[in-house]
């Protein structure tokens, strides 16, 4: 694999990487992972996207990951060995979308050799029913890896991107055959006990053991940190208390909130179901650090090493950890050169516990040569 990163976050320089790229007759296809502070559009970058040859795939991230450092503006990009088979999913977001149906169009990955790279637009709803859906249809033979494009505007625009151009509110699916391994961390704990959601839709949690979301939410938090959230502040404060989702034989499945509704209700990223059961969740720096290395350890099990370390973590924990994040990096290092995104959202399937879009949550792959 052939990587390319630069920091500029200009056009024109990332325009020469890809041309370049693109050129090699050694190159089969490339993923672009890019800043959204870089201010790319569809109207500058999609003429550049679409006289590529070769299959592109990617997205735009609130961050990038190059080595021991993390980035706000600048671009990589990874020429690959293999060529990558793409398939979009557009309009995630519609509730007309029959998703089974769609998943079941990619049945003939179900006994494919190899890792599905996973990219989805981080504010569409019914993301969950998609990787649902995935599982049904390709069950666990296939590592997945991936996370949520977007921009900490947290507004919806085009960052999923591909050889059409920019595109919003999909799901991007590129198969590579090349073998992986993957571990997963997030080291977030219980502060509350056991609440349960009784009114939720998609990922918008409306009551709490029947009172409005972030009266429920307010108190606890506020008892626990001495400042209480609000709809002024709730960005700010909500950083350090997630949702945590129990569920049996696996991790806790973490749900980020990111805003308040003017009913009290609360948005997260990714869906949390009516009639689960939920804790609020604190961390400490030294135990998301920890946790961050777990994934790493369970990525390299058994001594495993790779062409690249591919690490999706959540835009969030930087937020959290501040510039303790440099410490998370170091703990995610090996001999392998590593990239990677701050995400809106990661996604995972390691062949053993059933695949998630999580939050908050490490999540480290390791490529091996095709």
Same mark, same amino acid.
């Given at each position: 694999?052939?990587?390319?990163?630069?920091?500029?976050?200009?056009?024109?320089?990332?325009?020469?990487?890809?041309?370049?790229?693109?050129?090699?007759?050694?190159?089969?296809?490339?993923?672009?992972?890019?800043?959204?502070?870089?201010?790319?559009? $569809?109207?500058?970058? +999609?003429?550049?996207?679409?006289?590529?040859?070769?299959? @592109? &795939?990617?997205?735009? /991230?609130? !961050?990038? =990951?190059?080595?021991?450092?993390?980035?706000?503006?600048?671009?990589?990009?990874?020429?690959?060995?293999?060529?990558?088979?793409?398939?979009?999913?557009?309009?995630?977001?519609?509730?007309?979308?029959?998703?089974?149906?769609?998943? $079941?169009?990619?049945? +003939?990955?179900?006994?494919?050799?190899?890792?599905?790279? @996973? &990219?989805?637009?981080? /504010?569409? !709803?019914? =993301?969950?029913?998609?990787?649902?859906?995935?599982?049904?249809?390709?069950?666990?033979?296939?590592?997945?890896?991936?996370?949520?494009?977007?921009?900490?505007?947290?507004?919806?625009?085009?960052?999923?991107?591909?050889?059409?151009?920019?595109?919003?509110?999909?799901?991007?699916?590129?198969?590579?055959?090349?073998?992986?391994?993957?571990?997963?961390?997030?080291?977030?704990?219980?502060?509350?006990?056991?609440?349960?959601?009784?009114?939720?839709?998609?990922?918008?949690?409306?009551?709490?053991?029947?009172?409005?979301?972030?009266?429920?939410?307010?108190?606890?938090?506020?008892?626990?940190?001495?400042?209480?959230?609000?709809?002024?502040?709730?960005?700010?404060?909500?950083?350090?208390?997630?949702?945590?989702?129990?569920?049996?034989?696996?991790?806790?499945?973490?749900?980020?909130?990111?805003?308040?509704?003017?009913?009290?209700?609360?948005?997260?990223?990714?869906?949390?179901?009516?009639?689960?059961?939920?804790?609020?969740?604190?961390?400490?720096?030294?135990?998301?650090?920890?946790?961050?290395?777990?994934?790493?350890?369970?990525?390299?099990?058994?001594?495993?090493?790779?062409?690249?370390?591919?690490?999706?973590?959540?835009?969030?924990?930087?937020?959290?950890?501040?510039?303790?994040?440099?410490?998370?990096?170091?703990?995610?290092?090996?001999?392998?050169?590593?990239?990677?995104?701050?995400?809106?959202?990661?996604?995972?399937?390691?062949?053993?516990?059933?695949?998630?879009?999580?939050?908050?949550?490490?999540?480290?792959?390791?490529?091996?040569?095709?």
């Amino acid at each position: 694999m052939q990587v390319r990163f630069e920091a500029t976050g200009t056009l024109a320089a990332l325009t020469q990487i890809l041309y370049a790229l693109d050129a090699a007759p050694e190159v089969s296809g490339l993923l672009l992972l890019t800043c959204d502070d870089n201010g790319f559009s $569809a109207e500058t970058l +999609d003429p550049v996207l679409r006289r590529l040859a070769k299959p @592109v &795939f990617g997205g735009i /991230f609130p !961050r990038i =990951i190059f080595g021991r450092e993390h980035f706000a503006r600048g671009s990589i990009v990874v020429g690959l060995p293999v060529r990558p088979d793409v398939h979009i999913i557009e309009k995630l977001s519609d509730p007309a979308l029959d998703i089974d149906r769609a998943a $079941a169009n990619l049945a +003939d990955l179900r006994n494919a050799q190899g890792t599905l790279l @996973v &990219f989805v637009d981080g /504010f569409a !709803r019914r =993301i969950g029913d998609l990787i649902g859906a995935l599982f049904d249809h390709l069950g666990l033979g296939m590592n997945q890896i991936g996370g949520g494009t977007g921009s900490l505007s947290l507004r919806q625009k085009p960052c999923v991107i591909c050889n059409a151009g920019l595109q919003q509110d999909v799901a991007l699916l590129a198969h590579l055959q090349i073998d992986s391994s993957i571990g997963t961390g997030h080291g977030w704990s219980p502060i509350s006990d056991s609440i349960k959601v009784t009114a939720a839709r998609q990922n918008t949690i409306h009551s709490l053991n029947y009172r409005p979301a972030l009266e429920v939410y307010r108190e606890i938090v506020g008892a626990h940190g001495g400042i209480a959230p609000s709809p002024e502040n709730f960005f700010a404060v909500a950083k350090a208390y997630p949702f945590g989702i129990y569920k049996l034989g696996s991790e806790v499945v973490v749900r980020d909130p990111i805003s308040v509704g003017a009913d009290g209700s609360l948005t997260c990223v990714g869906e949390v179901a009516s009639g689960s059961f939920v804790h609020i969740l604190h961390g400490e720096a030294q135990a998301l650090i920890a946790a961050a290395g777990k994934a790493a350890q369970g990525a390299c099990a058994g001594g495993k090493t790779g062409q690249l370390r591919l690490f999706i973590d959540c835009i969030s924990r930087v937020l959290f950890l501040g510039e303790r994040f440099a410490e998370e990096l170091a703990a995610v290092q090996g001999s392998e050169p590593l990239i990677g995104v701050l995400a809106i959202g990661e996604i995972c399937n390691d062949g053993r516990d059933y695949p998630e879009f999580l939050n908050k949550t490490a999540v480290l792959g390791l490529f091996a040569s095709p």
